[in-house]
């Protein structure tokens, strides 16, 4: 059971590129969202999903798309680099039902920009 | 607003000391809490959780962690401390109030164990 697959895990852009983070899920949950991890700062949220073809933005979603065409991946977009969007980034799923339900993270990509 | 405030941002403990990491929350209605762990270089790894019943939660790796209501407190504990046990220590809390009851994190809490 591979959980929740991030790729890359790491990767470097130069300011004004363009990136895809992939984010994919093997236990069928509804619910997906993209973090990104800051020093001292904890986990913040970018965009959630709650189904294919349902997303909405969190509190840091400047700069970034994402799209749910399948229950299964989710993939984050980041248009026009920008040293500022250097970070670890964390995709996460959920069981739905209820509000109990703990979120299973991803290993994590780590990317700078210069 | 949901939030959780973890007050230290680090804590030391020698090997076979118990421990206890903080947390604080704040919540409109019922709150669901939550440990994570994270090892350097990996993801978030779930511990324990708090939705309803007893106060005490108990999860992986002998970790255990104590509602308190009127303090609005969620610390983490274990009786004996392990070296091993050194990472970093996130709280959190389900956002009950958005679409996506996203988990909202506090800014963590390094525990560093020495021998």
């Known amino acids: 059971n591979a959980g929740v697959t991030q790729t890359p895990k790491f990767r470097i852009l130069k300011i004004g590129q363009s990136m895809t983070l992939q984010c994919a899920q093997d236990m069928n949950h509804n619910y997906m969202y993209w973090y990104r991890q800051d020093p001292g700062m904890g986990l913040k949220l970018i965009y959630y999903?709650?189904?294919?073809?349902?997303?909405d933005k969190g509190e840091v979603p400047n700069g970034y798309n994402v799209s749910r065409s399948t229950t299964e991946d989710f993939p984050l977009r980041l248009e026009l680099a920008a040293p500022s969007q250097t970070s670890v980034y964390f995709c996460?799923?959920?069981?739905?039902?209820?509000?109990?339900?703990?979120?299973?993270f991803g290993q994590g990509t780590r990317l700078t920009v210069v | 607003a949901q939030s959780v405030a973890q007050p230290e941002d680090q804590v030391n403990v020698a090997e076979g000391n118990p421990l206890t990491v903080k947390c604080t929350y704040s919540v409109s209605g019922n709150p669901y809490l939550f440990w994570y762990v994270q090892y350097p270089n990996r993801g978030l790894q779930f511990l324990l959780k708090y939705i309803t019943g007893d106060n005490l939660v108990k999860g992986s790796y002998g970790f255990e962690a104590e509602f308190n209501k009127s303090q609005t407190s969620f610390h983490l504990k274990k009786p004996s401390a392990l070296v091993s046990d050194s990472a970093l220590y996130f709280c959190?809390?389900?956002?009950?109030?958005?679409?996506?009851?996203?988990?909202?994190f506090g800014k963590g809490t390094t525990l560093s164990v020495s021998s």
């Open positions: 959190a809390v389900r956002d009950v109030w958005q679409a996506g009851t996203a988990l909202i």
């Open positions: 999903s709650v189904g294919a073809g349902i997303t």
């Open positions: 996460a799923s959920s069981n739905p039902q209820g509000s109990g339900s703990e979120a299973f």
